[in-house]
């Protein structure tokens, strides 16, 4: 599992950046794909579960949408992405102006979650998380 992923991480370095802005699901898929295990995170703050986004957000100029769906749904729940900056050096930049990087759910509601890619290629990614594998500490 290692080799392969840094035969990507290599293949990433040896290309020149200036090439590319990452806006693209050619250029954000792998990137994603090596990140697979850290898509999402469930949090427990202030009496509420926060299941962030985070990791998919800061790469999202390269998708089409997201969804996600929580214990036995199916990933149907669309969720809000931020627009891509491609006017600026850092299209992929989070300012959080009025998109949230996390959903919130009641405390300890959230046991798995279901989170589906779609990039702008037409192409898509599923994973399954269960609570425990991802809950921050």
């Known amino acids: ?35 697979r295990a850290s898509w999402i995170a469930v949090r427990e703050y202030d009496g509420q579960d926060l299941v962030y986004f985070t990791s998919v957000l800061a790469w999202r100029c390269g998708l089409e949408s997201v969804h996600y769906g929580f214990n036995d749904a199916p990933a149907e729940t669309p969720l809000e992405m931020e627009p891509c900056h491609t006017d600026t050096a850092t299209p992929n930049a989070i300012t959080g102006d009025a998109h949230p990087i996390y ?35």
Do not use: H, W
């Open 1 to 35: 599992m290692i080799r392969p992923a840094l035969a990507c991480l290599a293949a990433l370095l040896a290309t020149p950046l200036a090439a590319e802005d990452f806006t693209t699901a050619a250029e954000v898929r792998p990137i994603l794909n090596m990140q």
């Open 103 to 137: 959903v919130t759910a009641p405390l300890g509601s959230v046991e798995t979650i279901r989170l589906r890619l779609t990039y702008d290629d037409g192409m898509t990614d599923e994973a399954s998380y269960a609570r425990k594998d991802v809950l921050m500490p």
